[in-house]
């Protein structure tokens, strides 16, 4: 897993670079244009290259912007997932959840001057007392299972929000399944 995550570092900088190499080489058919005696032959050849250029210029600006910064909370996201899901009432981590947060474990051993919060969330039923601690027993879950694969503790911080902060708005099974969560957010 390390080694796929460090390959995706470096594949879309590797990519646009190609792009660049690749959009500056000079093709048989503009050599033999620009060596040839007619303006109209090199004039063609000229105008079908500036498209070519400007199209690997889009494709390079494309990759560029999708891509996240390696070590940001968008590459977390993307790469790795930044939420575990609790059943109702409970603090347990789900196999889901567990394999989640072993693939935010092997993501922070990629960036050790990294350090994170996890929040703890809950749906909207309950009291806010009851939530506030049920957040925060699920943010402990969370963390101590992190501790358990190798990361420091002192890299690991934990807070509660309990029903606070709602991801979905909602008064139904879904919207309070997407709630139940904690989320890993780095500092």
């Known amino acids: 897993m390390r080694m796929r995550l460090f390959g995706m570092k470096w594949l879309v900088p590797l990519a646009a670079v190609m792009m660049i190499v690749t959009a500056c080489e ?8 620009t ?6 032959s090199s004039s063609s050849s000229e105008s ?11 494709d390079v600006s494309t990759a560029d912007a999708s ?3 390696p ?14 899901f609790f059943d109702y009432d409970s603090a347990v981590l789900t196999p ?10 092997e993501w922070l051993r990629l960036f050790p001057e990294l350090s994170i919060t996890i929040e703890g ?3 909207e039923r309950g009291t806010r007392e009851y939530n506030l601690a049920l957040g925060e027993r699920r943010a402990t879950a969370a963390r101590d299972y992190l501790i358990a694969f190798g ?11 309990g029903k606070e902060r709602p991801y979905a708005l909602g008064h139904n099974e879904e919207s309070w399944g997407l709630n139940r969560r904690s989320v890993t957010v780095v500092n």
């Open 121 to 123: 969330h809950c749906d």
């Open 67 to 69: 891509a996240p910064i």
């Open 26 to 33: 000079s093709t048989p058919d503009d050599a033999a244009a």
């Open 35 to 40: 060596s040839d005696d007619g303006g109209a």
């Open 96 to 105: 889901e959840g567990r394999r989640t947060l072993e693939r935010q474990a």
């Open 71 to 84: 070590g940001t909370q968008e590459d977390l996201v993307q790469n790795v997932g930044d939420r575990v």
């Open 151 to 161: 990361l420091n503790s002192s890299r690991l911080r934990t807070t509660s929000y």
């Open 48 to 58: 079908s290259s500036a498209v070519d250029s400007s199209s690997a210029d889009s």
